[in-house]
């Protein structure tokens, strides 16, 4: 376009014959927003964001600006109306929304938020995310001019998905690509609280291929969210879900700490009660030490005598036998198991002589005690079953279709044909999803990429044992019906 906007368009002048530019919002160097009515005849303000061509990719935005349309979610601003028109000659895009009595980029250059106005702000904004990711749409544009107050709620702007030509640093470096995914939702919303928290984006130069620094400054949990919100591979970002989770794992607010007197060291002197107890403790060793040495053969009680042993009685034991027991053993007390051996002949004690034979044990370290019977062997273990050889195929347990809305459908001519790769775990979950073939449409790209992440598998089977494995999505889109054709080809 030419130099003539955003200046050809005043205030004063009538958008496509239907909204009158009012008064002037603000804008950015590829849109300008202006206060505007509806033309329903309630006189309602509302808003209008107007777009070059020359900073606009024309057919995707407008097709997810349909798609925008269908969408209500409390922290979504509805999208009333959107279209093309001319401006002294040249074509612009515009759109019509809700009108919001504050942005976070009319805020920002006055002061940073709070942390926990910060944590109020992102609430409204992790849901509103949520509604669309999980519609299998990407905002795509969070900027703090798309962050809105309106009668003291956040929401975001619905203007989503306009495919902006140039780049800025809330761009994802993958964003360039044909497709993008959530994931790039994420790094805009790292640099979003960076400027939130500290009134400034982060610097960082694309072309160096490094990770934005995160200021030391931000408090937890957001500088811990922003390091993981800002990774260059998409695959490594934090989710919406993690991101919500480290907020309420944190607390709100930082208790007070009250004031810390400085610490001198010194050494450690012992209390007077500890003083008592060691000068007692001394004392009383001291006395006894006396007492022992003054009069230690009073302190100590004679032995008693041993008892004198009858000469005439008793009858030595030698010293290597043990002395056999002569009292039977217990009812209560199994008998021992019958061994089938002949026993060896064991001279009963001179004291057991009127007991029965058999209520003599015999003693359990007699030398002469016969060795365990053999006992049979074990039979051996049986032989571990050989594992299932081959290779035993994949397959699907749930395949949801894209949600497309019957509106899109109705404008496809023939078929739309888009394939996805997968590599699924083995688990049975995809673990990374890539476009194969994109097709004539981005848009079809995009939810076809979408609605195959969320597929589940039985895994495929090697020998056995379950290996990940490697699908073909085919898609096909068409005004009457939409099928998809999966193919394992790896293992």
């Not at 504050?102 to 995310?129: D, F, H, K, Y």
């Not at 001519?413 to 004539?440: C, M, N, T, Y």
Request: one cysteine or more.
């Amino acid at each position: 376009m030419s130099a003539t906007f955003p200046d050809a368009i005043s205030v004063g002048r009538v958008i496509d014959g239907r909204f009158p530019l009012i008064q002037e919002l603000g804008g950015t160097q590829w849109s300008s927003a202006y206060l505007t009515e509806l033309d329903d005849g309630s006189a309602h303000k509302a808003a209008i964001k107007i777009f070059p061509f020359e900073f606009v990719d024309e057919r995707a935005t407008v097709a997810r600006w349909d798609v925008a349309r269908t969408l209500s979610h409390p922290h979504l601003m509805p999208l009333f109306h959107a279209g093309r028109c001319a401006v002294e000659g040249e074509d612009v895009l515009y759109v019509v929304t809700e009108y919001a009595d504050e942005t976070l980029s009319q805020i920002l250059p006055e002061r940073p938020l709070s942390p926990a106005e910060t944590r109020e702000m992102l609430g409204p904004v992790l849901g509103a995310l949520s509604y669309l990711h999980n519609r299998c749409l990407t905002h795509g544009h969070l900027r703090p001019t798309n962050i809105m107050v309106i009668d003291d709620q956040v929401k975001l702007s619905p203007d989503f998905g306009w495919r902006a030509r140039a780049r800025s640093i809330y761009d994802a470096p993958e964003a360039g690509a044909l497709y993008v995914a959530p994931a790039a939702d994420i790094w805009s919303l790292g640099i979003l609280l960076i400027e939130a928290l500290t009134q400034h984006p982060p610097v960082w130069d694309r072309s160096q291929g490094g990770e934005p620094e995160i200021p030391p400054i931000l408090p937890e949990p957001f500088f811990t969210i922003c390091r993981e919100c800002l990774r260059n591979d998409p695959a490594r970002r934090c989710t919406l879900a993690g991101i919500k989770a480290r907020l309420n794992s944190a607390p709100a607010a930082e208790p007070a700490v009250p004031p810390v007197e400085p610490v001198v060291h010194r050494p450690a002197k012992p209390s007077n009660k500890l003083r008592v107890r060691i000068l007692a403790g001394a004392v009383l060793v001291l006395l006894l030490t006396v007492a022992t040495f003054k009069f230690g053969w009073n302190l100590t009680p004679p032995s008693p005598a041993p008892a004198p042993v009858p000469q005439s009685t008793a009858t030595p034991t030698p010293a290597a036998e043990p002395v056999t027991a002569t009292i039977s053993a217990p009812s209560a007390v199994p008998a021992p198991p019958k061994v089938t051996a002949p026993a060896p002949s064991i001279a009963p004690s001179p004291t057991a002589s009127t007991a029965p034979a058999s209520s003599v044990a015999p003693s359990p370290t007699a030398s002469t005690a016969p060795a365990p019977p053999p006992q049979p062997a074990s039979p051996p273990a049986p032989a571990a079953e050989p594992l299932q050889s081959g290779v035993v195929k994949g397959s699907v347990t749930q395949q949801p279709l894209p949600a497309i809305p019957a509106k899109i459908l109705g404008g496809v001519q023939g078929h739309v044909k888009v394939e996805i790769r997968l590599d699924v775990d083995a688990a049975g979950d995809v673990s990374q999803a890539s476009i194969a073939s994109p097709g004539p449409s981005q848009y079809f790209a995009n939810q076809a990429l979408h609605a195959a992440q969320t597929w589940k598998f039985i895994p495929a089977k090697v020998d056995g044992r379950a290996v990940p494995s490697t699908w073909l999505l085919q898609f096909l889109f068409g005004q009457s019906q939409s099928a998809v054709t999966p193919s394992e080809e790896a293992p």
